[in-house]
């Protein structure tokens, strides 16, 4: 009798395990390359309205309607293989169910498309540049090299360190607003007081740089951050 009542409790412990194991199988959900690729577009859009970079457009290449479907209990995760933002980049699709763990990638492009001041001309180097010379034009960041220069006026005046081809964007590598031999205009701000003095450049910069700079009454070497063509700032 004992053993028979063994055997009947095996027999339903094993039907509910079995039971068991199928409602866990059941439960798994079943993505098609197209969804998954659909996801992965989904996603990669709400990442990018939330980066402040200016335009961006991705173009993502759908993963092969070919292969087989994947099942994952879990919703699949999704994040870039690169996070630093560049042209060409990858999606990661992955699932991290125990058992049943996979990955999937999703080659992209990326665009960023910002407005920036571009040469009308072929431009020699050593040249200084006149507001004929350069236009604003929308850009492909991405594709190009170097910081951009967005702002047009900041730079008339200031001089290309190398030649440029006619349509080329400029960066700020390419320029010097303060170039070494130039006499600066140096301001000296505080809270509640603003001076000016002339000092001699003794090495190139562009906006932002901290140059060395000799005063050219005391002869005095200083370091000051570039703010205009011809002019830098320091803080007293």
């Known amino acids: 009798m004992y053993d028979k009542f063994l055997s009947a409790s095996s027999g ?12 866990f199988t059941l439960s798994a ?11 992965a577009s989904e996603w990669l859009q709400q990442q990018l309205q939330q980066m402040e ?6 173009e993502l290449y759908p993963l092969d309607n070919r ?14 293989v690169t996070p630093k933002l560049q042209r060409q980049n990858t999606v990661r699709i ?7 763990s996979w990955q999937l990638f999703v080659p992209l492009r990326l665009r960023q498309q910002i407005s920036t ?13 006149t507001a004929e010379m350069l236009t604003m034009a929308d850009i492909d960041v991405l594709q190009s090299r170097g910081m951009p220069v967005t702002n047009l006026q ?4 200031a001089r290309s360190k190398k030649a440029l081809n006619a349509g080329q964007m400029l960066s700020q590598a390419d320029l010097c607003l303060v170039c070494k031999g130039d006499v600066v205009t140096i301001e000296g701000i505080s809270s509640t ?27 005095k070497v200083i370091s000051a951050v570039v703010t205009a063509v011809k002019k830098a700032e320091i803080k007293l």
């Open 12 to 23: 339903k412990l094993l039907l509910c395990l079995l039971f068991l194991h199928c409602s």
């Open 29 to 39: 959900t079943s993505y098609s390359m197209a969804e998954l690729s659909a996801q």
């Open 53 to 58: 970079h200016g335009q961006l457009q991705a």
């Open 67 to 80: 292969l087989a479907d994947k099942s994952c209990d879990s919703a699949p995760q999704f994040s870039l």
């Open 94 to 100: 992955s699932c991290a169910d125990e058992g049943n």
């Open 117 to 129: 001041v571009v040469s009308t001309q072929k431009i020699a180097a050593g040249s200084y540049l």
């Open 154 to 157: 900041l730079v008339i005046g």
């Open 193 to 219: 007081l603003s001076v000016s003095t002339q000092a001699t450049a003794l090495q190139d910069g562009s906006f932002g740089d901290t140059v060395r700079l000799q005063n050219n009454q005391s002869q």
